[in-house]
């Protein structure tokens, strides 16, 4: 099927629900409510749809693009309220626009922005369980912040990825890393105090945020220290990821600023 009409869509969604954004066998996934909520909306026309990244199962995005390809042009805003009458409540649409044929979102430069918002101490309330990660043990937050600012610039991320393929490229570069009070997700369920861990890079190795929060929680329990972090990103790192990975539903896509 040639398509001769092309449109990036920014959309947001809960994924709490769902097994990530990639399609799979006998899983519930982003990708695939997506596509059945545009065959209420299109009907007998044809379209295809990509995303612009994978995203592991429970997480969420504030911001998220999906390209379509279609055979006919939409009037843009009688589109968007279709999608939004047929999306369930865990997904909204926010905007379209149309793009070049050759555009292709998932190679366009962009930066992306992820959150990972975690409390520690008291139990949180159940309701906040699809946003927040809660860590039983006291956590020493200051040491914490010290310790994510180390992330940020070129290092060598080995130890912040699995199962990485041969062309992987390991020498990276992370705009910004920091731990600071949460002001952003706020709701009367959530504990008095909580933090969020914000990371802004071109681009990230697999479960490399969720790694990287997963060693953040041993600095703050003590099991870690600011040296071991440094010598983690060093190119002479014993390349051996490491092994505690944070749960995946306090992670976020929280921006992505994507060059048209």
């Given at each position: ?65 999906i ?17 939004n ?48 990660v ?67 890079g ?19 329990k ?33 921006n ?5």
């Amino acid at each position: 099927m040639k398509y001769s009409v092309s449109y990036v869509v920014c959309i947001q969604f809960l994924g709490f629900r769902f097994s990530g954004w990639q399609k799979q066998k006998n899983a519930k996934t982003l990708h695939d409510m997506v596509d059945k909520t545009l065959s209420f909306v299109f009907e007998d026309k044809n379209y295809k749809t990509i995303g612009i990244g994978r995203t592991d199962a429970k997480v969420s995005a504030n911001t998220y693009y999906i390209q379509m390809f279609t055979e006919v042009l939409v009037d843009e805003v009688t589109f968007i309220k279709s999608l939004n009458s047929n999306f369930s409540p865990d997904f909204r649409a926010l905007s379209i626009r149309r793009v070049d044929r050759g555009f292709n979102v998932i190679n366009a430069p962009k930066i992306k922005e992820y959150h990972y918002y975690f409390s520690f101490g008291e139990k949180n309330h159940p309701f906040a369980a699809p946003f927040l990660v809660n860590v039983a043990e006291n956590l020493d937050v200051n040491l914490m912040m010290k310790a994510a600012n180390l992330f940020a610039g070129e290092h060598y991320f080995h130890k912040y990825c699995t199962k990485p393929s041969e062309n992987t490229i390991f020498k990276r570069v992370i705009n910004s890393c920091e731990i600071v009070e949460n002001d952003i997700l706020r709701a009367n369920f959530f504990p008095e105090k909580s933090y969020v861990l914000k990371v802004r890079g071109k681009g990230f190795l697999r479960y490399q945020i969720r790694l990287i929060m997963a060693t953040l929680f041993e600095v703050g329990k003590g099991n870690l220290d600011l040296t071991f972090i440094e010598d983690s990103l060093k190119e002479g790192n014993d390349r051996k990821f490491m092994r505690n990975n944070a749960p995946s539903s306090g992670l976020q896509l929280f921006n992505v600023e994507l060059e048209f």
